[in-house]
């Protein structure tokens, strides 16, 4: 019998047949056998009769409407076009926009910068997400590392990984292609971004700052002196507020970055006390005064907030990055020195300091470095020669009395005389 194929279950008036997905065979209320069909959200019926013959009637209509049901679908799914895999660069775009929310807007702009920059005029990556391999990958660092900084390598790899994992959770690929190819292509890694260090001598850092004096304003001039006298990192110096100086204490609490109109945290994400001079402390207690006396003067109360507020900004902002990277030029070409940048006078603060004999751990808290191997790696060829003092008795014990110190001699050899003839 055609229905002994078939394990049937219990329903409200009789057994039912489960012939395929979707399809039924059960009786009704009136125990005559009918199929049901259920496709796409829609119920169809169709009444066969009562009785066994019924059944069996009932069963071979299901049957049949169930192989012309698959042959439909397999037919549908053949008449449907393959769908085009993605290229890593538009993929690459819809990573961008998935993601947008979960980034704050910097974040997302130095990521479209280095898909748009780096990746895209790639030739390697103008093909399907899947055939993107290592080679692919190595191939761009390695060409980027010739021109870039490896602080640009790594980052152009995170952007590139992070794609390569988003495309790992979409079940596109099995693998991150991307994984530890940075080992291969740049140095060890506390070597990558230690650049050399052009500092100022005490000399040029005095004839700098007198220059600055000559011909800068008050807010241009301290800008300087905070960078060269204090250590701080330009975005650090930028974002100085009144509210953070305690000039009594000779301090200053460092606790913002500013950059591209907008604040954040300082590098490594920590605030710190940095030790102000005395006289750059006396300076700023002027140049508070001198503030204040321009801001009644404006109209805008005695209150200061920013210390190096730009005069030309509508709204209350900093001096920008590029204004502060030229003032710096200007004034080394006005002095006749070789040109600088704003992180040359936070060296030239660790060179003196360090040259100075104080002690690299204390500098290394000044500058706000996350550990002192970094100061050491940046600036271990400024410190002094410490050891060279003692250093016999340090080898040989404290109780070791040296000998008197034998000058050195010439020890001169005769040679042969030779004869001539007359």
């Given at each position: 019998?055609?229905?002994?194929?078939?394990?049937?279950g219990?329903?409200?008036?009789?057994?039912?047949?489960?012939?395929?997905?979707?399809?039924?065979?059960?009786?009704?209320?009136r125990?005559?056998?009918?199929?049901?069909?259920?496709?796409?959200?829609?119920?169809?019926?169709?009444?066969?009769?009562?009785?066994?013959?019924?059944?069996?009637?009932?069963?071979?209509?299901?049957?049949?409407?169930?192989?012309?049901?698959?042959?439909?679908?397999?037919?549908?799914?053949?008449?449907?076009?393959?769908?085009?895999?993605?290229?890593?660069?538009?993929?690459?775009?819809?990573?961008?926009?998935?993601?947008?929310?979960?980034?704050?807007?910097?974040?997302?702009?130095?990521?479209?910068?280095?898909i748009?920059?780096?990746i895209?005029?790639?030739?390697?990556?103008?093909?399907?997400?899947?055939?993107?391999?290592?080679?692919?990958?190595k191939?761009?660092?390695?060409?980027?590392?010739?021109?870039?900084s490896?602080a640009?390598?790594?980052?152009?790899?995170?952007?590139?990984?992070?794609i390569?994992?988003?495309?790992?959770?979409?079940?596109?690929?099995?693998?991150?292609?991307?994984?530890?190819?940075?080992?291969?292509?740049?140095?060890?890694?506390?070597?990558?971004?230690?650049k050399?260090?052009?500092?100022?001598?005490?000399?040029?850092?005095?004839?700098?700052?007198?220059?600055?004096?000559s011909?800068?304003?008050?807010?241009?001039?301290?800008?300087?002196?905070?960078?060269?006298?204090?250590?701080?990192?330009?975005?650090?110096?930028?974002?100085?507020?009144?509210?953070?100086?305690?000039?009594?204490?000779?301090t200053?609490?460092?606790?913002?970055?500013?950059?591209?109109?907008?604040?954040?945290?300082?590098?490594?994400?920590?605030?710190?006390?940095?030790?102000?001079?005395?006289?750059?402390?006396?300076?700023?207690?002027?140049?508070?005064?001198?503030?204040?006396?321009?801001?009644?003067?404006?109209?805008?109360?005695?209150?200061?907030?920013?210390?190096?507020?730009?005069?030309?900004?509508?709204?209350?902002?900093?001096?920008?990055?590029?204004?502060?990277?030229d003032?710096?030029?200007?004034?080394?070409?006005?002095?006749?020195?070789?040109?600088?940048?704003?992180h040359?006078?936070?060296?030239?603060?660790?060179?003196?300091?360090?040259?100075?004999?104080?002690?690299?751990?204390?500098?290394?808290?000044?500058?706000?470095?996350?550990?002192?191997?970094?100061?050491?790696?940046?600036?271990?060829?400024?410190?002094p020669?410490?050891g060279?003092?003692?250093?016999?008795a340090?080898?040989?014990?404290?109780?070791?009395?040296?000998?008197?110190?034998?000058?050195?001699?010439?020890?001169?050899?005769?040679?042969?005389?030779?004869?001539?003839?007359?």
């Amino acid at each position: 019998m055609p229905w002994r194929k078939y394990s049937p279950g219990r329903g409200k008036f009789g057994p039912i047949y489960f012939i395929a997905k979707g399809v039924q065979v059960r009786q009704d209320s009136r125990k005559t056998w009918t199929v049901f069909i259920e496709k796409k959200g829609k119920r169809i019926n169709k009444t066969i009769g009562p009785g066994r013959e019924g059944l069996i009637k009932a069963i071979r209509a299901a049957e049949a409407i169930s192989e012309r049901i698959v042959s439909a679908d397999f037919a549908q799914a053949d008449s449907q076009p393959e769908k085009t895999e993605l290229t890593f660069s538009d993929y690459s775009q819809e990573w961008l926009e998935l993601n947008a929310k979960r980034w704050d807007e910097r974040t997302h702009e130095r990521y479209e910068e280095i898909i748009r920059l780096h990746i895209k005029p790639h030739a390697g990556f103008d093909k399907p997400i899947s055939k993107v391999g290592r080679k692919d990958i190595k191939d761009l660092l390695r060409s980027l590392y010739k021109k870039r900084s490896p602080a640009t390598v790594e980052a152009v790899h995170a952007v590139i990984s992070g794609i390569l994992n988003e495309a790992i959770d979409d079940e596109k690929l099995e693998a991150n292609p991307a994984t530890g190819l940075l080992k291969k292509i740049l140095p060890p890694k506390h070597q990558r971004n230690v650049k050399d260090a052009d500092p100022f001598t005490r000399e040029e850092r005095d004839l700098f700052i007198a220059q600055a004096e000559s011909s800068c304003t008050p807010a241009e001039q301290l800008m300087l002196k905070v960078m060269v006298h204090a250590g701080l990192r330009l975005g650090e110096t930028l974002a100085m507020r009144a509210g953070s100086l305690y000039l009594t204490k000779h301090t200053y609490l460092v606790s913002e970055s500013y950059k591209l109109k907008r604040f954040s945290k300082p590098k490594f994400g920590k605030t710190r006390f940095v030790d102000l001079p005395g006289f750059l402390s006396t300076e700023l207690c002027d140049y508070l005064a001198y503030c204040k006396k321009e801001n009644l003067r404006a109209g805008k109360g005695a209150k200061v907030d920013l210390l190096f507020a730009d005069p030309k900004e509508t709204g209350e902002w900093p001096y920008s990055q590029r204004k502060a990277q030229d003032l710096v030029k200007r004034v080394c070409k006005a002095c006749g020195l070789p040109r600088r940048n704003p992180h040359d006078l936070r060296h030239t603060y660790a060179t003196i300091m360090l040259m100075a004999h104080q002690s690299p751990g204390y500098v290394q808290k000044q500058l706000g470095h996350s550990s002192i191997s970094i100061t050491m790696d940046i600036y271990c060829h400024w410190i002094p020669g410490e050891g060279r003092k003692g250093l016999e008795a340090a080898l040989m014990g404290e109780n070791f009395v040296p000998n008197r110190v034998r000058q050195p001699h010439i020890i001169a050899y005769k040679t042969k005389a030779t004869s001539v003839s007359n």
